[in-house]
């Protein structure tokens, strides 16, 4: 019974067998993630000595997402997971997590993390981030220099170099598919795994990203009702094969020879170039782009500089108005996946 139960649910023992210091885990709806890893830090608390007990952090990007799990009474962080643990009691309260009365964790929002800085946190032995990839084009977004917050706040759970007879404090990120133009995945240049479903980076190696796709689940999902009403849709493939929700190629393209310049555009510190092709009447976005053209404009007011304007404060303007009108018509392409996720993001905010 326990072998077909891992052929459905992620199992964190082999990630964590490469000893890597940042775990990337991606994986399908219903994969059993978060499940996977609670399981994971309430067996490691158990088999810890009650002088050293194990203790691990449950994170979540915004304090409004802790509400229900760890903040308010009787939170249900632990209500799934709970039936691996009959013979002990769990309970998430106040953002206390506690295993038969014992502290054997602590629910912290990453946006008020800084608050941190003068606890301590000694042992700490795993912090779990979950849904650290969000579509930053909805209602939540990323912090503002979320990467550098994140650092800021494994610095002060984990305090590196500290204590040389402190063992590192492991971190497990995770996640659905939803894209891959992340800040994280940015800063430490990652990408999904190529040759099967492991794959490390760094310098030392030190990072694993991990491609959860649970065929056995997949199929059982499949053949339910919805599973047929969406068969062959790209939500079956985000949903059921883990394939990135917001990275498909459809608009991707390079730009004509035809084309001619229309205007810069300054977004996360890097120039982009707005082409148009009058014969298609198509836009595209591009890496290319011109540094002398005088119409320029910054996406975010981190990217204002001198010489540019806002691009949401020059809506009305014709330049603006007609790219706006040829996305929301269909007449934008992209030279890459990446772009079209940048333009996308800087066109949901405030249109």
């Excluded at 490469?18 to 608390?45: D, P, Q, S, V, W």
């Excluded at 039936?83 to 998430?92: G, I, N, Q, R, T």
């Excluded at 849904?131 to 002060?156: A, C, G, Q, S, W």
């Excluded at 047929?228 to 790209?234: E, R, T």
């Amino acid at each position: 019974m326990a072998k077909k139960k891992d052929e459905l649910w992620w199992n964190p023992s082999r990630p964590a067998s490469y000893h890597c210091l940042l775990n990337y885990i991606i994986g399908n709806r219903g994969a059993g993630k978060t499940y996977g890893a609670l399981k994971r830090e309430i067996t490691m608390f158990l088999k810890s000595p009650k002088s050293n007990r194990h203790q691990f952090l449950y994170v979540r990007r915004l304090k409004v997402e802790l509400q229900k799990l760890t903040t308010a009474q009787n939170g249900r962080l632990f209500d799934a997971v709970a039936k691996e643990f009959p013979d002990h009691v769990l309970k998430a309260e106040g953002d206390l997590l506690t295993c038969d009365g014992e502290t054997c964790g602590f629910g912290i929002a990453l946006s008020t993390a800084s608050k941190l800085k003068s606890d301590t946190f000694p042992n700490v032995r795993e912090i779990i981030f979950d849904e650290f990839i969000i579509d930053n084009t909805r209602i939540y977004h990323y912090l503002p220099d979320e990467v550098t917050k994140f650092h800021d706040m494994y610095e002060t759970v984990a305090r590196p170099g500290n204590d040389p007879n402190r063992p590192d404090t492991i971190v497990w990120f995770l996640s659905n598919a939803v894209t891959i133009n992340n800040p994280y995945f940015a800063e430490y240049h990652l990408s999904p795994p190529i040759n099967g479903d492991i794959q490390r980076f760094g310098k030392a190696k030190d990072m694993l990203v991990q491609n959860v796709v649970n065929h056995s689940l997949s199929e059982r999902k499949k053949s339910t009702r919805f599973g047929q009403m969406i068969s062959g849709s790209h939500y079956e493939e985000y949903a059921y094969e883990n394939q990135w929700l917001m990275d498909d190629s459809r608009f991707v393209e390079r730009k004509s020879q035809r084309c001619t310049y229309y205007m810069s555009l300054r977004f996360k510190d890097q120039w982009l170039g707005i082409w148009y092709d009058q014969l298609q009447m198509l836009f595209y976005v591009s890496l290319d782009y011109d540094p002398q053209y005088p119409v320029q404009y910054s996406a975010t007011l981190d990217d204002h500089q001198p010489n540019t304007m806002l691009f949401r404060k020059a809506k009305s303007q014709s330049y603006i108005r007609h790219l706006v009108d040829a996305y929301e018509s269909g007449g934008v392409r992209y030279e890459s996946v990446k772009l079209k996720a940048w333009f996308r993001e800087i066109i949901g905010m405030g249109w």
